[in-house]
């Protein structure tokens, strides 16, 4: 199975399976990156997060690092964010396939490069060390996104920017697991999975998020340590795949999501999978009630996805095939090539028992 290099967009591939068959293969972030995006007669060309020396230039952005200072130059816009570490300590770093890392006494600094963010960590190893992590920064801070979390799940974090100088501050509301990570990330890719995946529990406008690290279904409970804290609710999942190269008339032969566990979980599994055609080139609106009509208004029915087999960290589990929703979608007289197209998981039908339910990684998940 050979790909169809002309055929690349940003987020897909194209790969020709013989006898006329094609298979594409699509993301919810970008796969490829172009050195001049003003360029119609560029290649798209792969991603590449390996260091060269203190470098990471096969990527949507420029990231370098300058001991303590990281800087990222978005190739699409032109925008220049720096972070600077502010302490006495001297890095030495160590370089592997998108991640320079730099030991201290007591912690930990990392440069994490994602295909579509940059994020700058502290894994802070034990309770004698203080849970507050002080940058320089230049940039838009629209673009930072301010994360903390422990081997428990997300942490709530404090921060504020004065005279350039951030300040993260860790503030737990329950006992803490160490080591716990700070996170300052910053997004260069304007549809990123804060916009293009999103969460939600099906109780009150408020459970909804778009910068979640997981998506997921099932039925989940406050003593649930992976979800957010909200009421018992059924919860769903919303995933954005654009850029998608399917010409009107063709015939879908399988369709799947192939998932990759974030937490370990068992339980009796009910959940549903639907799509809808999404020619709008907006990314997923701000608010559960108006995201939620367009969930209830997709036009094919749904297809089931029920086990109670375990989901082990880590490991990838493929969904049913819903090739037959996808054949609908570009059978309709307004499909073009490279429309979006959403896939919902979710179990709003409240089939599941409480507190059961699959997470995998979202788009915003650094280094599953």
Known sequence: MEEIIEKRRECSKVFDRGKGIQRIEAYTGPMHYKDHYDDP???????????????????????????????????????????????????????????ARARLEGETVEVIAGRAFVRFRRRIKNADHPLISKFRLEGDPKKMRFLASDPGGALSVEHSIKDGILIETVNPKRALKFPV???????????????????????????????????????????????????????????????????????????????????????????????????????????????????????????????????????????????????????????????AISVFWDDLKHRTGVGAHRLAYSWDAANP
């Open 181 to 339: 990570r700070i996170d300052p990330t910053i997004d260069e890719y304007e549809v990123a999975a804060s916009t293009d995946d999103v969460f939600y529990c099906d109780l009150g406008s408020g459970n909804y998020w778009r910068d979640f690290i997981h998506v997921g279904a099932g039925y989940q409970a406050q003593d649930v340590p992976e979800f957010p804290p909200v009421l018992l609710s059924s919860a769903g999942c919303g995933m954005r795949f654009i850029d998608i190269d399917i010409e009107p008339n063709s015939i879908i032969h399988a369709a799947f999501l192939t998932l990759r566990a974030s937490v370990s979980r068992d339980g009796m599994i009910r959940s549903e999978i639907l799509v809808e055609s999404d020619p709008d080139p907006a990314t997923y609106p701000a608010t559960m009630d108006e995201f939620l009509v367009r969930r209830q208004n997709t036009p094919t029915t749904g297809v089931y996805w029920d086990f109670d087999t375990s989901w082990v960290k880590g490991q990838d589990y493929d969904s049913p095939d819903f090739a037959w929703q996808v054949q609908y979608l570009i059978e309709d007289p307004d499909w073009v090539a490279l429309n």
């Open 41 to 99: 007669e560029e290649q798209w060309k792969d991603i590449d997060l390996t260091w060269q020396a203190n470098k990471i230039t096969k990527a949507p952005y420029i990231l370098v690092h300058d001991d303590k200072v990281i800087t990222i130059t978005n190739k699409k816009t032109g925008e220049v964010h720096s972070l600077e570490l502010l302490d006495n300590s001297k890095l030495r770093w160590e370089r592997t396939r998108g991640l």
